[in-house]
């Protein structure tokens, strides 16, 4: 591998010394290019100007191998991170390392996905067979409780707590209890499906919060605090 920073000479502070000094400008925060490098990008830009400080001219030549061991990274990143810092100038790639381990790479995700597929496909039943399924394991009952629950959210996890409901109680006895309780009026305090069934919610004492019945509340408390401070 043969790569080597652009405008090196800039980079350069007290070239007396061995190895060379580099220079980092603030600058560099200002660059538009530099502001949209992946993170992997921007971590291995300054440990590869380092390294380059202790070749001629700042031309690094090194393995994969070593330069993975110099900079303590993995070879997938430092390859992911130069492409980017190549493709936005900030080095030059003297050889086709990047290119060809780029190209083994995508056909062997590529390779791997294709295996998972056929392997996915194998598994998967005709249409017939999985509409059979859907009818047989399809809670009774659960289009009803979700059309009638206030709060359509985590519909999933919501149609396995059903399931899990329907062992303890019957489908009508909760749906019955969703139209009857007394829901807030902000949705927010009002739980998911799936915290309702789980927490049992159909057995709990009507409650009514109707806008008189929460004036009346807030005027019992306030009569029974006003008692306790006269006291």
Known sequence: MIIQPTNWAQLQHYKDRSPIW????????????????????????????????EYQDGRIEASLEEISWRVSLPHDVIIEGLKALVDNGFFVSASDVLASCKQV????????TEKEIEKEKRHIPSKGALRRVSVSVEPDGFDDFWAAYPRKIGKGQARKAWGGALEKVDAETIIGAVKTYQWNDDLHFVPHPATWLNGERWTDEPFDNSREARMARVIQKSAEEWEEWTE
Do not use: G
Request: proline share 8%.
């Open 22 to 53: 580099i220079k980092l400008h603030r600058a560099l925060l200002t660059d538009f290019k530099w502001c949209r490098l992946p993170v992997a990008s921007m971590a291995l830009a300054p440990c590869l100007w380092l390294l380059a400080s």
């Open 105 to 112: 790479a995508i056909p062997e995700k590529e390779i791997e």
